[in-house]
């Protein structure tokens, strides 16, 4: 599964569409519809629900950046969410120009990621979430449109004034907010020409089956050493995490059974489960992606949100436990980028974000992390990629015979053509090679020539050609080549012939 969720970031959705394995003799297949369990995703952009709160920010700031000791700042305002995630810089702070009353740390995008519903904006409502991420960050377009701003002005020094669309709080922010969670899918699968094309339906209203993810642990012995755990208090949820599926070191001790998901509008379709052992391991591994370990439970972090809550009246102030920092560094000139926690910057990098390639990341994660399900559902199927029991049969197409090859009559006529060019060419090898070849032999106008010789033959012949062959069945002619005289030409000076013997016929 974790190299499911880091395909999400170099592959494309249509990528993870062909990663699906399947078996196609024929080139044409149609599966019947089948349901999944799955991972879903959403989206909601939430920059209306940004507020901005005045001063008061500056000791929470210090806490988190660490200012240089000695160093007076400016008040910090802060923009935040309805969930206690917020982002906050020095008042006048321009945080692309390193000429500005900023600290050497200047938070430019920061994010707050959690398991727990009701510590989102947006997705309280989502009763199996896996995930959900908040994101505050700077858009991008204003700052183009300003003219003041552009990549290669990076760090440069003195060249923004104090424009407002570059300084703290006055620059525009944009805040969107995401969530994987687990559901329920209808598959639709064909193969056409030996390309395979599915399509994902989300069943809606999916919730938990009744008694699921409540139980300790069938174990005797194991039951009983969590109900003594149960009963101390730090082993105790809070009444706002106790439904929530994000793992905690303390409060995932007692051990729950495995999550049910149902359809109540399709009584008939088999529920799904999803392992607690399962959601633990995928709940800790998203918090060691994109949070932070040295801002997360941190105790000076945590008295600092206290205080806030408290004196600016900011209830259930989280603050952030992630962020992408510009930090100059004073010595060497240089602007260092950094994302904290480092895979950060893979979700959400340097490079202008937005709404929209946040949304597609969480797309490609949901995608990638449904085909894992669909392919190693029980443990057995790991080694085997899912062959053992993850199979469906479908409906193979029948080939349609278009043309048919039959392959003797080809053959006959190659042989035909073949014989007829072998013969062509042994006739003209032959005939170049005979120079004492007669002429009447192959020319018309020499046979007229000879035809004195023997036109008295067919004197008595009727008019008819089988007249004409007859006699010449019956008559013997005798051999006689004159090849000097046939090689002379036919225009000469007039010598008187000898005479000529008459060739008188005889009956066989």
């Not at 895979?343 to 990341?361: A, E, V």
């Amino acid at each position: 599964m974790e190299g499911a969720i880091m395909a999400a970031f170099y592959k494309s959705v249509e990528e993870l569409r062909r990663a699906t394995r399947f078996q196609c003799s024929s080139g044409n297949f149609t599966f019947d519809e089948s349901q999944t369990l799955g991972a879903c995703h959403r989206c909601n952009d939430v920059t209306s629900q940004l507020v901005e709160r005045e001063g008061g920010f500056d000791d929470f700031l210090d806490t988190m950046a660490k200012y240089e000791h000695g160093w007076k700042y400016p008040p910090a305002n802060a923009l935040y969410l309805s969930n206690g995630h917020l982002i906050t810089n020095s008042n006048g702070c321009r945080l692309y120009d390193n000429d500005g009353d900023c600290p050497t740390s200047r938070f430019t995008s920061t994010t707050f990621g959690t398991g727990n519903p009701n510590k989102t904006v947006s997705m309280k409502g989502v009763d199996t979430l896996l995930w959900s991420m908040s994101f505050i960050y700077p858009n991008f377009a204003a700052l183009s449109n300003s003219g003041l701003f552009a990549p290669s002005m990076l760090g440069s020094k003195g060249n923004q004034g104090n424009a407002p669309a570059v300084t703290w709080p006055t620059i525009k922010l944009d805040a969107s907010e995401c969530a994987l969670y687990y559901c329920l899918k209808n598959v639709t699968s064909t193969v056409k020409v030996n390309e395979l094309t599915e399509s994902f339906t989300e069943f809606d209203g999916v919730t938990r089956t009744p008694g699921s993810r409540n139980d300790i642990g069938s174990s005797s012995q194991v039951q009983d050493l969590l109900r003594e755990n149960a009963r101390k208090s730090e082993f105790q949820a809070p009444a706002d995490e106790a439904r929530s599926l994000e793992f905690h070191k303390m409060w995932s001790v007692l051990g729950y059974n495995s999550l049910g998901l149902r359809d109540p509008s399709r009584p008939l379709l088999r529920s799904a489960e999803v392992q607690e052992d399962s959601i633990k391991s995928l709940s800790a591994h998203f918090q060691g992606l994109f949070r932070w370990k040295a801002w997360f439970d941190n105790a000076t972090i945590r008295e600092s949100l206290q205080n806030i809550s408290g004196i600016m009246g900011l209830e259930d102030a989280v603050g952030f436990n992630g962020a992408t920092t510009l930090e100059w560094l004073r010595q060497e000139e240089v602007v260092d980028q950094k994302s904290r926690p480092p895979m950060l910057g893979q979700l959400m990098p340097l490079s202008p974000p937005d709404h929209r390639k946040i949304t597609s990341i969480f797309e490609r994660m949901a995608f990638s992390m449904t085909n894992e399900m669909r392919r190693t559902s029980q443990p057995e199927d790991q080694a085997g990629y899912g062959r053992a029991t993850m199979t469906h049969t479908g409906l193979v197409g029948g080939p349609i015979v278009l043309y048919r090859v039959v392959w003797p009559w080809v053959a006959l006529h190659v042989a035909s053509v073949v014989c007829a060019c072998i013969f062509l060419l042994m006739t003209v090898y032959s005939s170049d090679h005979q120079d004492d070849a007669p002429l009447w032999k192959s020319s018309s106008l020499a046979a007229i020539r000879r035809g004195h010789d023997i036109g008295d033959l067919f004197g008595s012949a009727g008019s008819s050609v089988r007249d004409m062959e007859d006699i010449a069945r019956r008559t013997y002619v005798g051999k006689r080549r004159i090849n000097q005289e046939e090689a002379k030409p036919w225009i000469e000076e007039t010598v008187e012939p000898a005479a000529k013997p008459r060739m008188e016929p005889r009956t066989p």
